[in-house]
């Protein structure tokens, strides 16, 4: 289906002209979003959006800088880069996005998180938490883990980067038992062209010293803290063709290839 303002898996979707994102004002249970996963997947990988635009928007969230110059992690109204050796840095208010999520966080449902041995069973638990009628969830974990497999993406030197560029370059690299917090979002498959569908994680060490792309973790204990976003603004930049959203083998294929590791 074409992407419009509407009903979309349960969300309703509204597409922001670039101008009007600016002055959008943020409120519980909407989370916004800078252009598509479709949009970067063709490798239109530099973005018009400021990481400053971007926190007015939330204070949770997660995704990439400017030529996929690292994992972005949103926490605590802060915005956090991790690098290709994990090591994690704050943003410059300056630095612009090609694809970013955040959503104004409040916990709306809560609970205790024990003994989750693979990233199956970390969502699994989120999942029990969540009201059935739910399409989409904000998520923020702060846990004690035992291990964690981490990915990050070094920033793309070529004049035209493409996918299989950024994916030839990921790095994946492994965390020991240590304090962190887990952020990130759920969507549902129908909202496949313009997010990631299903489960999204950054994780960042409680010393906001190390972080990544969450590719696997087992939680020892922590603590989990859920919010139902209704609404998902998303600002287009210009010249980006929003596609259409729904079910697409090749899409799904590109997205496991940069989003899931193989
Ligand atoms: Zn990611």
Not at 128 to 141: G, K, T
Request: aromatic fraction near 4%; proline fraction near 5%; hydrophobic fraction near 45%.
């Amino acid at each position: 289906m074409p992407i419009d303002d509407g009903l979309i898996g349960g969300i309703h979707v509204e597409r922001l002209a670039r101008v009007e994102a600016a002055a959008s004002v943020p409120h519980d249970a909407e989370a916004f979003q800078a252009s598509t996963i479709d949009a970067l997947l063709r490798g239109e990988l530099t973005g018009n959006l400021t990481i400053g635009e971007l926190l007015q928007h939330g204070d949770l969230g997660l995704g990439t800088l400017n030529l996929l110059d690292g994992e972005l992690i949103v926490v605590d109204g802060e915005a956090l880069v991790a690098r290709i050796d994990g090591s994690v840095e704050r943003v410059p208010a300056d630095a612009r996005t090609p694809f970013a999520v955040v959503c104004p966080f409040t916990a709306e449902h809560e609970g205790d998180l024990r003994d989750a041995s693979d990233f199956g069973a970390l969502t699994a638990a989120v999942d029990a938490l969540a009201p059935p009628a739910a399409a989409c969830l904000a998520v923020r974990i702060d846990a004690r883990i035992a291990h964690a497999r981490l990915r990050s993406v070094p920033m793309q030197t070529q004049p035209n980067p493409t996918l299989a560029d950024a994916v030839a370059a990921q790095v994946e690299f492994d965390l020991g038992e240590t304090d962190v917090t887990i952020v990130g979002f759920r969507f549902p498959r129908d909202v496949a062209g313009l997010e990631v569908p299903g489960w999204h994680l950054h994780l960042v060490t409680a010393d906001r010293t190390t972080g990544g792309h969450l590719l696997n973790v087992s939680v020892i204990a922590g603590h989990i803290a859920i919010e139902r976003e209704t609404e998902l603004t998303i600002e287009v930049p210009a010249g980006v063709d929003v596609g259409t959203a729904g079910a697409d083998a090749a899409r799904d294929a590109a997205i496991a290839d940069m989003e899931r590791g193989r």
